[in-house]
């Protein structure tokens, strides 16, 4: 089955410490993107990716990287200088940046 | 910048009611417009989507049309289930000078 696949589920970070969060896609899509959404809020973009190897910053980029070395992978990690990481995370697919977007099941963040 | 204006919720509804829950947009160029629902604890999937004016998106008795003079895309369904409970969430696709667009979501409940 095609599909868009988070993990993990849920990740708990402590103070200081760096996470990745892994957005994988057997799609045969060109663009990927994350998104971070908050209790009861829409969801913000952080950074998207139209091509391997290239990545635009989104709407809330900072205190995250990401990278895109493969096709499939598009993984998100959140540095220590995101001060307010507690979230849900979101990854989503697409053939082309005009078309429709494909998600993934996310990943809650929460700081211990 | 390209936006989108939701209604804002939440939105209450008896079983069998009608529901309409409006959004109107922004933006430059004609985008593609899109309707994604959330259910509690998952990702978005498509509802239904209206590439051009006057087009109508429609599945599982949900409808939207994509209004150019009134820059409008407003959802409705003729009688609503409580399994239709969950987030909405009204999109502009991205245009040549910008990317996708996603409204602040609305969330439905519907008693039984």
């Known amino acids: 089955d095609g599909g868009i696949t988070q993990s993990p589920k849920y990740l708990f970070r402590k103070e200081g410490q760096n996470v990745t969060l892994s957005c994988e896609q057997n799609l045969n899509h060109d663009a990927m993107y994350w998104y971070r959404q908050d209790p009861g809020q829409g969801l913000r973009l952080i950074y998207y990716?139209?091509?391997?190897?290239?990545?635009q910053k989104g709407d809330i980029a900072e205190g995250y990287s990401v990278s895109r070395e493969k096709k499939e992978s598009f993984p998100l990690t959140v540095t220590s200088a995101q001060k307010n990481p507690t979230a849900f995370y979101l990854c989503?697919?697409?053939?082309?940046?005009?078309?429709?977007?494909?998600f993934g099941p996310g990943t809650r963040l929460l700081v211990l | 910048g390209d936006s989108v204006t939701q209604m804002e919720g939440p939105v209450t509804l008896s079983e069998e009611a009608f529901l309409t829950i409006n959004c109107t947009y922004t933006a430059t160029g004609y985008p593609s417009l899109f309707w994604y629902v959330q259910y509690p604890g998952e990702g978005l999937q498509l509802l239904l989507k209206?590439?051009?004016?006057?087009d109508k998106g429609s599945n599982k008795g949900f409808e939207a049309t994509y209004r150019k003079e009134t820059t409008s895309f407003h959802l409705e369904k003729g009688s609503v289930q409580v399994s239709d409970s969950a987030v909405y969430f009204c999109a502009l696709g991205a245009t040549n000078a910008g990317k996708s667009t996603f409204g602040d979501g609305t969330t439905l409940t519907v008693k039984p």
């Open positions: 209206a590439t051009k004016a006057d």
């Open positions: 989503a697919s697409s053939i082309g940046r005009k078309e429709t977007q494909y």
């Open positions: 990716s139209q091509i391997v190897n290239d990545f």
